[in-house]
């Protein structure tokens, strides 16, 4: 089956740095996704990755392990804007998008 | 270009009403998709479509239709609202071939903010 895990909630300090995780388990896999939604508003792309390894830009970075079905999504020097939910979304073969249920980043000064 | 569109942005039905929540996209996407979102938590996928002509069904496609007589339109239909159906509703779409290594990402409308009483 499809079953993508995250962390529901994390707290952390404006400058500093979080890593948020997912995990998947399906057959089919076709890359990763990561997401950011902000309170009311719609999903933004945020990183893709589909081979092992780390992907950079900017403050954001998400690396991808595909024998472990596992993925992280690394946010360094870290804004008060940087508050929102960051979704995990699997690509597979069977043609659908699979999201995650989200983790809820809150940045405190 | 608008990107993914989404109309209405908000909508109160009352059970037992029908409506279509109508979303359109000027990117000549092949692939469209209907999620709804519940409070804190993730999306859930209604229906998609691969191209037009074609859709199939998501992970909660019971009380929903969908049509695809375009490659910009897709639109979603309820036909009895239920209170289990007040949601946020978002369209997207993107661009993908089958088979291969796609980095092609999702693109979302604003949503749709729908209630039923």
């Known amino acids: 089956g499809q079953n993508i895990d995250q962390p529901t909630e994390m707290t952390a300090t404006e400058g500093a740095i979080v890593q948020i995780n997912c995990t998947y388990q399906t057959s089919g896999f076709n890359g990763l996704f990561w997401y950011q939604q902000h309170a009311g508003e719609a999903p933004t792309f945020l990183s893709y990755n589909v081979l092992d390894g780390l992907e950079e830009k900017g403050r954001f970075s998400s690396f991808l392990s595909r024998s472990k079905g596992y993925s992280y999504l690394l946010l360094k020097e870290l804004q008060m804007k940087d508050s929102a939910s960051y979704l995990c979304?699997?690509?597979?073969?069977?043609?659908?998008?699979?999201f995650g249920p989200g983790t809820r980043l809150s940045v405190l000064p | 270009n608008a990107g993914v569109t989404q109309t209405p942005k908000f909508r109160i039905l009352k059970i037992g009403q029908s409506m279509t929540l109508q979303c359109a996209q000027d990117?000549?996407?092949?692939?469209m998709y209907w999620y709804r979102q519940d409070p804190g938590m993730g999306l859930k996928l209604i229906y998609y479509?691969?191209?037009?002509?074609?859709?199939d069904k998501g992970e909660v496609p019971n009380g929903y239709n969908v049509s695809r007589s375009t490659t910009e339109d897709f639109p979603l239909r309820l036909e009895l609202a239920a209170p289990s159906q007040t949601s946020v509703y978002f369209c997207?779409?993107?661009?993908?071939?089958?088979?291969?290594?796609?980095?092609?990402?999702?693109?979302f409308g604003d949503g749709t903010r729908l209630s039923i009483l």
């Open positions: 979304a699997e690509d597979n073969y069977g043609q659908n998008f699979v």
């Open positions: 990117m000549n996407h092949n692939y």
């Open positions: 479509s691969v191209g037009a002509g074609i859709t």
């Open positions: 997207a779409s993107s661009s993908r071939t089958k088979m291969t290594h796609s980095n092609q990402p999702q693109h």
